[in-house]
């Protein structure tokens, strides 16, 4: 997201409100909004103390600046705003970056994929984990990737030659544990953290420079014979394969939060195919609801986000809160399309409305008869202050919650994972922007798991950031 709250990397000392208002003489005359999926809480200032006015104004909304100051309390920066005729503050991280002259409120995103940097490889058929016949893109030296990196940079990344150049210089460089991203916006950075990061694997590799930008690195031989990655989007557990003298190593790689993988694409396909053969279990119950809807394991293995909302939504309502079809049909998903409605401000049925209420009458009765919750009880006061927007983070982490808690359901899903014998590369957000190569290499057969809830803000009914996850650390 680009918000008035990130660092400034002109002037790492201070955040791009400076740049962007403070430091803007016609700061009065910006026009500025809510981020995409936030919701800003407005507070009012009594003896240089916050208090919540209780106004949640929605994503997109525009605002007007007060002051080009902002204002620091408990250690948090806040932007003096008005609001419907109302004055208060809100985080600057909940504002969005204004219009610049070009009218573009934020630089275009590249548009890459992992795919792009490998369109020139040799198309091959291997075998991947345990696997057969896998389509790949192959490479057998460092030049052919290089050549396939540069084909796609020039070929897929439009209107942004600073970019490119970065990208090539780095590519020419002797010592690659360092990367040069001065001056590239932090979208971009992340982006390429984020595709660029599946090829990086195999750069360093072709180099013999493992060893100097991943921890551990034992698990790697030392002549690389071929590079490799898949290319059937069904093939979701990893995104390239090594191959060296001795030994093959699949990776899965992550950038940041990405470290935290879907559990719905990942895990519960394989679910499905084996939970005949289950002992009754929360985990044997999800995969019993996505087959009751009719999907197959590959359609949800495809990571498709619509067929993964629509279980969420469906095992929370059946499994979590024990809602019959006969109070709430959810047919064809209307409770998600209700709360969506609700946040553009559309008038809901009759029936539209008993279902919201159906619902969230039934989350209370959940906390109360709960002990314990993922989320903590800052998570639960925000679900309760803020629904009906919260019911999508309310599912992603009782589900997260009920997996976590079920030592039987920990233990299937523990042996998919632990059956798979690949390593999860993790990409340092914080070490990347500032130009450092440092890679986290994680097996999941010694591995902890952790299923959590939402990498989503609890009020973003979207979730954007993903619905149930899982972290292997």
Not at 55 to 80: D, G, M, W
Not at 99 to 122: H, M, N, S, V, Y
């Amino acid at each position: 997201m680009a918000h008035l709250g990130q660092i400034d990397r002109r002037n790492p000392g201070d955040v791009v409100f400076t740049r962007y208002v403070t430091k803007n003489p016609d700061w009065n005359k910006l026009k500025i909004r809510i981020e995409n999926g936030q919701f800003a809480e407005m507070f009012e200032d009594k003896n240089n103390e916050l208090e919540s006015m209780d106004i949640n104004i929605h994503p997109r909304t525009e605002i007007k600046l007060v002051s080009n100051e902002y204002k620091e309390f408990e250690k948090k920066k806040y932007a003096n705003i008005e609001y419907q005729r109302k004055k208060g503050y809100v985080l600057i991280s909940k504002i969005r970056k204004p219009t610049d002259d070009l009218g573009a409120e934020r630089p275009q995103k590249l548009q890459i994929l992992a795919e792009d940097f490998t369109e020139k490889g040799k198309d091959e058929k291997i075998t991947v984990l345990t696997k057969k016949d896998v389509p790949v893109k192959l490479f057998e030296t460092f030049d052919e990737l290089k050549k396939s990196v540069i084909w796609g940079l020039n070929n897929r990344i439009h209107d942004n030659d600073y970019v490119i150049e970065k990208i090539k210089s780095y590519l020419d460089k002797d010592d690659l544990s360092e990367i040069d991203l001065n001056g590239i916006d932090d979208s971009h950075i992340d982006e390429l953290g984020v595709y660029f990061g599946e090829i990086l694997i195999g750069i360093l590799a072709f180099k013999n420079q493992l060893s100097d930008t991943c921890t551990p690195s034992d698990m790697f031989g030392i002549n690389l014979k071929s590079f490799s990655i898949p290319t059937d989007p069904a093939f979701k557990l990893v995104d390239s394969s090594l191959t060296f003298d001795t030994t093959t190593v699949s990776v899965s790689s992550k950038y940041d939060k990405g470290a935290a993988a879907s559990f719905m694409s990942n895990i519960l396909p394989y679910g499905m195919k084996k939970h005949l053969t289950y002992k009754n279990c929360f985990f044997k119950k999800m995969c019993m609801v996505a087959s009751k809807m009719g999907y197959t394991s590959k359609q949800v293995g495809a990571n498709r986000f619509k067929f993964s909302k629509n279980i969420t939504f469906e095992v929370g309502l059946r499994e979590v809160l024990k809602i019959k079809k006969a109070i709430v049909k959810n047919t064809n998903h209307s409770l998600y399309d209700s709360i969506r409605k609700v946040a553009m401000g559309q008038e809901l049925t009759q029936k539209e409305n008993q279902e919201l209420d159906e619902v969230i009458e039934a989350i209370e009765d959940y906390f109360i008869k709960k002990k314990t919750f993922d989320g903590g009880e800052q998570v639960i006061l925000t679900i309760r202050n803020n629904y009906p927007f919260t019911i999508t983070s309310f599912f992603n982490y009782s589900v997260a919650s009920n997996l976590n808690n079920d030592p039987l359901s920990k233990k299937y899903v523990s042996d998919i994972i632990g059956g798979k014998d690949f390593y999860q590369a993790n990409l340092s957000k914080t070490k990347w922007r500032k130009g450092i190569i440092d890679i986290k290499m994680v097996s999941p057969k010694s591995a902890s798991l952790k299923i959590l809830g939402s990498m989503s803000g609890a009020t973003d009914f979207t979730a954007k950031q993903g619905l149930v996850n899982y972290e292997l650390k």
